[in-house]
């Protein structure tokens, strides 16, 4: 049987150290892993910067080449024993990385033995997955992993084509597809109608990208080729209208570096949009000579982070009443408050980070608003600015629900490529944040968000797997089947609220798939007392933390037998035992970025365990209780 006092005492010390990783201004700014991907396009980027522009200070090409010398130092010092890399140190390799790493290794000089043979062992896990290193046949087995979205197949064999690996002239491009960059020329409303072969948020690769292949590999067809060089000019003014003043698109180093590799190789390394691309990457580049998957996600895991706390009660008691109101003063601030000039959202959302290039997206601001009550005990009449965030915010989720009754992550309506579609982690996420403020609503819009909420369970429902889980969007386990993480996907579901005001034939078919979706998830704890992303990964803290969470959260006729307390006090024990009372936490590969990228984040194991201590901490003293009751 779990030893209450051990589950407070390490609670207890996961607590202090989230406290203690809390910036100046009272928020938390995690640290996401270094890639290899990030790091072979910005070293990529920035030789070809160096190779095209010949008219920058000395001091600053002597300073880029330092900078570039250090990337790929730190490519070879962390390939996979294999031959390939992966996303991130700790993933095995793949076909994506692995390429831009051996096109980034072709920038660097050939007599360097070590790049030759780091370039050797790539070659031959290469042939592995490859008919041949030829464009055609790479190509092909890059287009195996995306199949009809074009988002990150076109960028890799692009690097590829820039950095020499496919020969000289336009030959290169032959096995490149053209992206038909004019289209950002066109009224941003057209985008979800004229089918972009690109997701949504990748329109700054779409114009850079699809002007390289352009100008190296122009078009046969004389109406489509005049139709690309009249709208050269406007397609990049579109691009530096939507850059962010970071310089980073979407915080990203394989983005951003996609865009300045292929500016800088039809000759426009030297404008404004290049020139913030350069100052983005310099700036991004860590120590150790790598790049991050994005610069951080500040606003997404200090929501999370409010969250967790609050599960062990009043947020006043844990952080203080001015930091309380620091922090949310300061996710208040994060809220956007005009259009966004890249997808064109409606203000009111937020994004995942508080720098210029994040996106507001709906798990963001799901988050955002669930952090807010935690923050906020009561609302008074005087306090208009919170009012307004909130309702705001409510707004704008559901402005964004598609018609299958799901939510998306950035665009209503796109749809047609899976980065873009409507997600149960996201839906679910977006059913809590409107249970929770429903009352500050008005009665009309009350019933709008009832209708809003019964397409939504509507949605979850026919999204639910056979087996009773539930598929995420963001999230993933790199050692899973398809890389599902069935697991994350089916907890965050199983959290969204079951007294909805809802149909009452909706709400009987909802609870009956709670009831699978709970009863999936205890079968599929592991021996040890830990959960992974699928009955047959290993357990890692994050997966078996959420699972410890979500079954201790469930309402009473849901989760009183004894089966569920056995279930919770096993995971109890497990995080006790791996994050050695709550004192070391070791994060595993479980965030998933555009077109499938992994990172971890240094704050996920650590915050997902304290959420699921302060949960079963609940859940065990009312079990307790209830037991005594039956028993006297």
Known sequence: MVDYQDIEQTLEAATQRLLSLRDDRCHWTGELSSSALSTATSVCALSLVCRHHHDDNSSDRASLRKLIQHGFSWLIKHQNKDGGWGDTIESPSNISTTTLCWAALHMKTPSDQDVRYAEQRAESWMLSQAKSLSAADLSQAIDMVYGKD???????????????????????????????????????????????????????????????????????????????????????????????????????????????????????????????????????????????????????????????????????????????HATRHWLLNQQYQTEHPYTHAAPGGWAWTNLSGGVPDADDTAGALLALKALTQSISTDDDNLTKAVKRGVQWLMDLQNKDGGIPTFCRGWGKLPFDQSSPDLTAHSLRAWRVWRSLLSLKHQRHLDRASEKAVRYLLTTQCDNGTWIPLWFGNQYAKLQHNLIYGTSRV????????????????????????????????????GWGGDVSTPSTIEETALAVETLSCQSQDLSTDDYTRVAIERGCDWLIEHTDQGTTFEPAPIGLYFAKLWYTERLYPLIFTISALGCAMHYLKRNHELSVVHTS
């Open 150 to 324: 074009r988002t990150f197949s076109v960028p890799i064999l692009t690097m590829c084509a820039l950095s020499g690996r496919f020969g000289d002239g336009t030959s290169a491009w032959q096995h490149i597809r053209a992206l038909p960059f004019e289209l950002a020329a066109c009224p941003h409303q057209w985008f979800r109608l004229v089918g972009l072969p690109v997701v949504s948020y990748a329109l700054p690769a779409l114009i850079a990208i699809g002007q390289a292949r352009h100008h190296h590999r122009p078009t046969k067809n004389p109406v489509a080729r005049w139709l690309r060089y009249m709208t050269k000019n406007k397609t990049l003014r579109v691009l530096q209208t939507i850059q962010p003043d970071t310089g980073g698109f979407l915080e990203a180093a394989p983005l951003t570096g996609f865009v300045l590799m292929s500016l800088a190789s039809i000759g426009h390394s030297a404008t404004p949009v290049a020139k913030q691309a350069i100052g983005f990457l310099v700036n991004s580049a860590r120590e150790d000579g790598s790049w991050p998957i994005d610069t951080n996600l500040a606003t997404w895991v200090t929501t999370l982070s409010i969250q967790a706390l609050s599960g062990q009660g009043e947020l006043t008691s844990t952080i203080g009443g001015n930091n309380q």
């Open 494 to 529: 199983l959290r969204a609220p079951e007294d909805l005001f809802i149909e009452v034939n909706t709400k009987r078919s909802w609870h009956k798939a709670r009831l699978r979706g709970l009863h999936w998830m205890l079968t599929s704890q592991h021996a040890d007392g």
